[in-house]
């Protein structure tokens, strides 16, 4: 029996290398799996219903998965380097969590995609930061269960 659920949305294969380049020419550590935003980190286990449910028999809307270069930002958020990340998908998938009864440890929900864990911010004086210029992608969303652990159980 699982102790919670996971939802993640993951970007598409282009999308990931758009990332890592920038990251690397920034001359940041990169991270060992692929980069992700989490909606839902419940401690309690949900029957999460993925966003196609919303859709069902229609085609879904572009903007769904799309992250226009306008609503990203860079930004320090509890000692992490993220990609700020509100688009349509981010919102849905974290609402539909909420619907079913998902916990959430935070006030508030803030969509991203975590960059850099732990990073000193005097690690990038003098750097020129990233600015995005086309839209990342989701490809899609990922559920997991959350280990006794308190862990996200990947295989």
Known sequence: ???????ELFLTAQSE????????????PLSSHPYHCTTVFSKLPIEYP????????????PRLWSIHPNTMNLMFLGGNLVLGTRNLGTA????????AGATWDFPEY?????????????QLEGQTLWTPRKPLVFAGENVLEINAEGKVARE
């Open 1 to 7: 029996m699982p102790n919670g659920t996971y939802v």
């Open 17 to 28: 290398s758009i990332l890592r380049t920038n990251l690397a020419a920034m001359k940041l």
């Open 50 to 61: 993925g966003i196609a449910s919303r859709y069902e028999g229609e085609e879904q809307p």
């Open 92 to 99: 849905l998938s974290h609402k539909l969590g909420e619907m």
């Open 110 to 122: 803030i969509p991203h995609i975590t960059l850099v864990y732990n990073i000193d911010c005097t």
